[in-house]
């Protein structure tokens, strides 16, 4: 008999899709396990996207995301031509993936990283190119000079949380000034350095940033890449083939407004650092090692205390936080930063597993 995985290209087959951490369906919990923004969204942009609900959802939407583009070019200090706008920027790393990463070279990129990278080299038939981070779990860049097809770090990482400095970054578009170097900013806003003021400069430089995180808008699944235009049209060459649109009306409007609103998003992402700086200090305390964060989230480990035991003892008393089974991250556990109540909440519970 026909089994029904034959039907499945087998590029598909052995491939393990990428798992976000548990979506709570029971309300009252804690959830600090997937790095959302623990504030809503501007009420701009509740208020652009109701408006945008009443006045023409029977419409396709601009195909070109035009008013977002100009928007987040106006904020960056570049033309709407160097701007792609996608859903979510998942959406934006698989064209981008597409769209460089094909050349048969292995992609170089950090074992510790956002594990999606993996999961769309297994999907295109791309080569994953394996570079440690170093001792201190950071990332080495001079250890980024083999021959490749490209490179993908995120800056700050993930889920390490350590940022490099834009220096660094150049070093390694110098570097490997033959391919695609692609910067994956997804929590530069929390105090990192953004290389998209570089990208006049570095005709292989593409930078991935996303409205998930620091614009609160996880659920509205808009991101964005910034590059020379030659980039762009590429990226904008693989959406056309899909037929797809990148953006819908209410994503539209929501994103754009959230542009316009400067005074939220500074107030937002300062009380989620200081949130951050606050958490820190409180879990050192508590006797847990902290690596160094630009991020909304932290890495942390007890020594005396097993993290998959944490994370379950966590679990039972409502908080949830990222454990990773994967080898030098399994002692571990991530934790987004949530309200000053969420953070009070978490310290409390950790009290009590290490201390109690
Ligand atoms: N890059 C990194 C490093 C991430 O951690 C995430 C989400 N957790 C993303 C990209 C994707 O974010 P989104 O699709 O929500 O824009």
């Known amino acids: 008999m026909t089994s029904v995985a034959s039907f499945w290209s087998p590029a598909l087959r052995g491939l393990a899709p990428y798992t976000p951490g548990e979506q709570p369906v029971i309300q009252g919990l804690v959830k600090l396990n997937t790095n959302e923004n623990p504030y809503p969204p501007s009420p701009r942009v509740i208020a652009a996207i109701s408006a945008a609900a009443q006045q023409g959802l029977q419409l396709y939407p601009d195909p070109q995301s035009s008013g977002l583009r100009q928007a987040i070019a106006d904020f960056h200090g570049i033309a709407a031509g160097q701007v792609f706008a996608g859903n979510g920027s998942d959406e934006v790393l698989a064209h981008a993936f597409f769209a460089f990463f094909r050349q048969g070279k292995p992609v170089l990129m950090p074992d510790i990283s956002y594990s999606f990278y993996k999961v769309y080299c297994g999907l295109y038939g791309i080569d994953a190119g394996i570079v440690t981070l170093d001792d201190t779990m950071r990332i080495d860049v001079a250890q980024y000079r083999a021959p490749c097809g490209g490179v993908v770090i995120a800056n700050p990482n ?50 991935v940033q996303t409205l998930s995180k620091s614009r609160s808008l996880a659920g509205l699944r808009v991101g964005f890449a910034a590059g020379q235009r030659h980039l762009i ?28 609103d400067h005074a939220y998003f500074e107030s937002t992402r300062a009380a989620v650092m ?8 409180d879990l050192i305390d508590l ?29 039972e008393q409502r908080i949830l936080v990222r454990h990773f089974r994967s080898p030098r991250i399994e002692q571990y556990l991530r934790i987004s930063v949530g309200t000053p109540v969420q953070c009070a909440a978490l310290v409390q519970a950790c009290h009590a597993l290490v201390a109690g």
């Open 158 to 207: 993930a889920p390490t949380g350590t940022g490099l400095p834009l220096a660094d970054i150049e070093q390694l578009l110098q570097q490997q000034s033959q391919c695609v170097v692609l910067v994956d900013e997804a929590y530069v806003d929390f105090g990192g350095e953004s290389a998209i003021g570089l990208i006049d400069r570095y005709p292989n430089l593409l930078v």
């Open 233 to 260: 049209e590429a990226l904008d060459t693989v959406k056309d083939s899909f037929n797809s649109y990148p953006l819908d009306r209410l994503a539209l409007a929501g994103a754009t407004a959230a542009y316009e």
């Open 274 to 281: 200081q949130s951050r700086e606050d958490l820190r200090r």
């Open 287 to 315: 006797g847990f090692e902290v690596l160094p964060s630009q991020a909304n989230f932290l890495m942390v480990r007890h020594p005396a205390h097993d993290a998959a035991a944490l994370a379950a003892g966590l679990r």
